[in-house]
């Protein structure tokens, strides 16, 4: 009996330390959201690292955020890939990886995460929006309508993937079927500038 109440007591003990552990982490995430809001981002950043755990996705996470917006990029890298250590199957801590990346013009590698998140995440259309745009910037125009015209299979009704098939298909000489997209943009908007400059393109 008396040995079944110190084990009480011990078990009692740590759900006690646990819970003020939790407490004052909350409290921390609170203060860091707090003076993100007012522009305070090295502040934001060291009302976590005071309770940093390299074993924490969620402060990994944040803090990847963070040092983004203050501009230090390698930091901010070492924070997103510990979180991607942690859960390897996550997508938003490869989106996150993804901005300082293209903040240092590392456009390979942010090519890779998009493509790793698409093994993940076969059908994410922000993923394959950002991949179409990325193709079509390099000329690479058959590539681009394959990741538009799933994003547009997927939602139809997308203005800004619909443009962007529109303005595609003409790229690879399709004008029918640019035609039709671009009036279809008109649909959805019809004071779309960049569509109406498509039609007028097509005779």
């Known amino acids: 009996m008396k040995k079944l109440t110190l084990v009480s ?5 740590v759900l006690v330390s646990i819970s003020q552990d939790y407490i004052k982490l909350t409290a921390a995430f609170n203060d860091s959201y707090a003076k993100e809001k007012s522009g305070k981002y090295a502040e934001s950043a060291a009302a976590l690292k005071a309770y940093y755990d390299v074993n924490s996705y969620e402060i990994n996470l944040r803090l990847g955020w963070l040092t983004y917006l203050q501009g230090q990029y390698s930091e901010s890298l070492g924070y997103y890939n510990k979180a991607i250590e942690l859960m390897p199957y996550a997508i938003e801590p490869r989106l996150g990886l993804a901005l300082p990346l293209s903040a240092q013009g ?4 942010v090519v890779e995460q998009y493509n790793k998140i698409l093994t993940i995440d076969p ?12 193709s079509y910037e390099k000329k690479d125009y058959k590539q681009a309508y394959q990741y ?4 547009v299979n997927l939602y ?3 203005y ?4 962007m098939l529109a303005w595609t298909n003409y790229m690879l000489g399709k004008t029918h079927e640019a035609k039709i ?6 649909l959805y908007y019809p004071d779309a500038t960049s569509a109406k400059e498509g039609l007028g393109l097509i005779k």
């Open 9 to 13: 007591i011990f078990v009692l003990s």
């Open 148 to 151: 538009f015209e799933k994003v």
């Open 156 to 158: 139809p009704w997308d």
């Open 181 to 186: 997209l671009f009036n279809k943009v008109l």
């Open 106 to 109: 590392n456009w390979e590698k």
């Open 160 to 163: 800004e993937s619909v443009l």
């Open 123 to 134: 059908h994410n259309t922000l993923i394959l929006y950002r991949m179409g745009l990325i």
